[in-house]
């Protein structure tokens, strides 16, 4: 790299749901942000729902993108588990949450979410400034005290702090010198909305079978975003076959709940692949969403995760700031590894084992559905789940209560 030509405060690199989300973050804050993000260029639409939780809808509410969607997130008002295919004739769903006043979590389309992120960017209209840099960043380190970012064009850029979005194959996090720890799942998710024949009641449904956990998400009407973890084997041929192949065999896997399943999008599949990283920053350049952690889809808390490390990295940027110290100051590293190292591992490591557990054990899943899990639902393990899936158990932070702290 040669010289510097322009000093930056806070680069934000990537343009997913996490980077724009972040830039949001903390241009509501009161900081000036340079966001780094190409435009998206030939890449398919992204067919996937996002559940939102109880903490992450008050977040989103407050950072004004709630507003901007034009169809409200789908409330869910109940879920149920059941273990291995439906039993004919019977109801199994084993494990059951409802709650009639306050929704357990919101469902939103991607793409919908990502356009009401892009809105809300585009419509700020407070003290702090917003520059997209439509164009990605070949190489980001240390220099001194500040980070280093070179662009696509050759343009030099100094930074006071990198927040590096760049998604599950992080180039960022490859240049900072930070392996993540894998946990391969041998599985793919196959992603496609779905018409139920039967009202979905606002249910959200999960069955795990013996190839990985089946779960359909209440979208709007008699609709449903569906996400099939299985076999790569599995997920290739269910990918190919024909969309009246296909029908015939989700309603076979997921049961008779909601009548004949029948495909209203193309379908696509995501290899899943779950990791997390040992460290978040190098220096002034710190990680955050997938880049940081990429979980299994069954418990939908992925973008969870993201929100809540935006929520507390950006609530340390500030305490750091009502110190006297800039966002650059590494106490700010300290306190986010803190505060999110532990959540990550547990949610990681939860979702890994639970799928690893239930996915390839039928006996297992067998006498869990005889006893286990018939326990499980009155336990106080239940609660806890409940509570960390509406609130985020760990993540305190007060844009997770719906206070913006500028
Ligand atoms: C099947 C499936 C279902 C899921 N369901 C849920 C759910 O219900 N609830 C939930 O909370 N989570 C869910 N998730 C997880 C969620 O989708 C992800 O956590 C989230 O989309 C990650 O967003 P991101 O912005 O961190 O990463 P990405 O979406 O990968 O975005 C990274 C961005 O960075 C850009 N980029 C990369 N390199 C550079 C560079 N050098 N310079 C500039 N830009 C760069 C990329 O082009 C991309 O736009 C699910 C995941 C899967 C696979």
Redesign the pocket.
Known sequence: MTAATHTLPIAV?????????MALTLLQSGYDVHL???D?SS?PA?G??????AG?YQMLSVLGVIEQLATPPIPISQISVAMGREKKGQSDWLLHWSEAETPLAY?VM?EALDGALDTALASFTGEADFTHHR????A?EMAGEEAQLC?EDGTIYKAQRVI?????????RAMMGITPRALPTGQS?I?ANIACQLPHDNRACQRFLDTGPLAL?PLAGQEA?L?W?TTRADAAYLLNMSDDEFNTALTKAFGLEFGALSLTTARAS?P?TPQFVPRYSTGVITL????AH??H?L?????????ADAAILVSEIISAKQRGLGPYHLSINQRYQALRQPEIIALTAATSGLNRLLSRSPSLLQSLSATGMILLNKSPLKSYISKAAMTGQLAKAPLFAGKLSA
């Open positions: 690199i990537g343009g997913g749901l996490t980077g724009k989300m780094f993000a190409p998206p890449r992204d996937r729902s996002t559940t939102i939780h992450g469902v991607n164009t990605a960043i070949t980001c662009d590096a979005c760049d998604g599950a194959k992080s180039s960022i998710a992603i998400m975003s996400v973890s995501f899943l955050a969403g997938d880049a990429s979980i889809p418990a939908g808390m992925g973008y969870n995760l993201a929100l």
